[in-house]
Nanobody
Framework: QVQLVESGGGLVQAGGSLRLSCAAS????????MGWFRQAPGKEREFVAA????????NYADSVKGRFTISRDNAKNTVSLQMNSLKSEDTAVYYC???????????????????WGQGTQVTVSS
């Protein structure tokens, strides 16, 4: 059974930084691309960032490009999201997800991800 557990959310002032982590278990972590998504109140869940199974390829939503960095540690079965220069519009519940098919490059669409964490709240005060 695949489990994804996010941590690192919290309250931060605009311009500040947070680092989210996601610990994975239940299958060979290094074989699967990982993604981060977020959902703000009253809005649909949206893509934030993804990283390929090897870590060699990443892609980002335009809204976070240059401010957020996704990384993975296959030895520790973790994926992280470093968030800098946070804005009030980054306030959301952040979810990590594991892509369904092995050896993926990190898709932007939710349907490519079979497993999801429970989410962690990020609140940015202005």
């Amino acid at each position: 059974q695949v489990q994804l557990v996010e941590s690192g959310g919290g309250l931060v002032q605009a311009g500040g930084s947070l680092r989210l982590s996601c610990a994975a278990s239940g299958r060979t972590f290094s074989n699967y691309a990982m993604g981060w998504f977020r959902q703000a109140p009253g809005k649909e869940r949206e893509f934030v960032a993804a990283i390929s199974w090897s870590g060699g390829s990443t892609n980002y939503a335009d809204s976070v490009k240059g401010r957020f960095t996704i990384s993975r540690d296959n030895a520790k079965n973790t994926v992280s999201l470093q968030m800098n220069s946070l804005k009030s519009e980054d306030t959301a519940v952040y979810y990590c997800a594991s892509q369904g098919l092995a050896y993926g490059m990190g898709a932007r669409g939710e349907r490519s991800y079979n497993y999801w964490g429970q989410g962690t709240q990020v609140t940015v005060s202005s």
